[in-house]
């Protein structure tokens, strides 16, 4: 099955690299770029369980690979094309091993001239989840709009809407009528974001977000999760007795992070991310997550 | 025979003029004493009598790697400058500045016509496309003017001998450039070394390098 996946991942791989090419050998006034980002990530609640005998915490090690084709359409419209694949190898929990690859679109449009002219920028990102652990297998969605302008050289600030969709493969229903699909998810969220350049090299930023929409927590068998779930699975990732709940919810994100600039193509970048559930059923749980990564830019 | 004298003498007076020329050697260092590049050193007479220039030659800025080449440029006033792109994307190339706002709209390769700056001044340069992208153009009224190397100084030659107001300037400078200004007497043939120590601020430049979450690239 996950030497199915894979065959499944290269072919949309390369279909995604063959559009690109089309598309971008369209104009040779457009420049590639080239991004690397590879790290270590934490998070102490992997489970999302609110059950302190249920959480688990685990590191992975994070590779992310991109390829992209930016043209400037008109002194105030830039498009990007990008297609990307990203790895992540869990310590512990290896059901978690992932491997996506996607394809994303920026368009990006400037009301003026000069850096501190405000702008707007429109994306999509698609991608193919393939884990190990079967369950959480599909595909992904997410399209945002964001609105933002830089005031100083230093300081930036920007706010935006999002919609996000997961597609479940999955679906082996363990309570009869109840779906099996968990990871089949919907939401949508609003964030605000700000960076400042505290010198040439260091630049913090911060981001809060809300989201609603579906969610998923995996602890062992729960009546108050199991009459609130709308999807309902074994979870074998994190052991025998686990099951994953799909639940409605609403999620304050508060991310911090520092960047770190090498160079003009390289960085060493931190990040802090708190993460807060309300879901129905009075379920309550809470992560926090951080990453250290290199990113390099060509 | 008095064809041949009129060449030796006109000789003569060429050689003594040349001879006659000064020159000012600058040496710029910030304030733990490291040399600064890209400082502008203008010599301006005391009395005035500036030399009359010829019509400037054109000047060229160029774009590459995403950045402008060079980042400081010196320029007499009326100098025509080009802008060629040696980059694989197009550029928009502005400026807001008083001494001249210009916009050269997106383009690939040479734009068709200079721009000519035709005020004093610092011209701020910036390119809508790529934020990070920041240059300078130092418009002088004065012709006699030089630019600092790697190692901190430059050298402006072949001054008739005079008293100069020398003043300098640097993107980074942390003062008016007005109160850099020192008398330089010039008015024996031969050079005259001056020495300033400055003191600079932060570059006022978009962040070009990769941020946590990927922004900030176009």
């Given at each position: 099955m996950y030497r199915t996946a894979h065959r499944r991942i290269r072919t949309l791989a390369s279909n995604a690299a063959c559009v690109a090419l089309l598309v971008c050998g369209g104009s040779a006034r457009a420049a590639w770029q080239f991004d690397i980002d590879g790290g270590f990530f934490y998070d102490s609640n992997l489970t999302r369980a609110y059950e302190p005998a249920d959480i688990r915490a685990d590191t992975a090690f994070v590779l992310d690979a991109a390829a992209g084709w930016f043209s400037a359409l008109t002194g105030a419209d830039g498009l990007t094309l990008a297609v990307d694949a990203r790895t992540e190898l869990y310590h512990r929990f290896n059901g978690l091993d992932l491997l996506d690859v996607g394809a994303k679109a920026i368009y990006r449009h400037k009301f003026g001239l000069g850096y501190a002219a405000p702008w707007i920028a429109v994306s999509a990102a698609g991608a193919y989840d393939d884990y190990r652990s079967r369950l959480r297998d599909g595909g992904r969605l997410d399209v945002r709009a964001e609105l933002g302008q830089r005031f100083t050289p230093e300081f930036d600030a920007s706010f935006g809407v999002r919609y996000d969709r997961r597609y479940a493969r999955s679906d082996e229903p363990v309570v009869p009528d109840i779906s099996g699909k968990v990871f089949a998810l919907r939401g949508q969220s609003a964030f605000a974001r700000a960076g400042y350049a505290v010198n040439d090299r260091l630049l913090f930023a911060a981001e809060l977000a809300v989201r609603r929409g579906d969610v998923v927590a995996t602890t062992r068998p729960d009546f108050?999760?199991?009459v609130?779930?709308?999807?309902?699975?074994?979870?074998?990732t994190f052991g025998p007795d686990f099951f994953a709940y799909r639940l409605r919810g609403t999620t304050n994100t508060a991310k911090?992070?520092?960047?770190?600039?090498?160079?003009d193509r390289s960085s060493i970048n931190a990040v802090y991310i708190d993460e807060r559930t309300d879901a129905a059923g009075g379920v309550y749980y809470r992560s926090h997550s951080a990453n250290l990564l290199y990113a390099w830019r060509y | 025979m008095r064809w041949l004298t009129c060449v030796a003498l006109l000789a003569l007076g060429v050689g003594e003029a040349l001879a006659q020329t000064a020159e000012i050697r600058a040496k710029v260092t910030d304030d733990q004493g490291r040399p600064v590049e890209d400082v502008v050193v203008v010599a301006v007479p005391v009395d005035g009598a500036a030399r009359a220039p010829a019509r400037p030659r054109e000047t060229t800025v160029d774009q590459v790697d995403q950045e402008f080449t060079p980042k400081v440029t010196v320029v007499l006033v009326g100098t025509p400058v080009s802008f060629p792109n040696h980059d694989n994307i197009r550029h928009q190339v502005y400026s807001f500045s008083p001494a001249k706002r210009f916009e050269l709209p997106l383009y690939a390769g040479v734009p068709a016509a200079p721009v000519v700056f035709d005020k004093p001044g610092v011209v701020i340069l910036g390119c809508n496309i790529h934020d990070w992208m920041i240059g300078y153009i130092y418009v002088s009224e004065s012709p006699y003017f030089a630019k600092t190397g790697k190692d901190g100084t430059a050298l402006i030659a072949e001054l008739p001998p005079r008293a100069y107001d020398v003043r300098v300037w640097h993107p980074q400078?942390?003062?008016?450039?007005?109160?850099?200004?020192k008398v330089v007497d010039a008015t024996r043939a031969g050079p005259v070394a001056v020495a300033w120590t400055v003191k600079l601020r932060r570059e006022a430049k978009v962040r070009r390098s990769p941020a946590a979450d990927g922004r900030g690239r176009y």
């Open positions: 108050e999760i199991f609130a779930s709308a999807a309902i699975a074994a979870d074998p911090v992070s520092a960047s770190w600039a090498l160079d | 400078l942390d003062s008016t450039e007005e109160s850099t200004r």
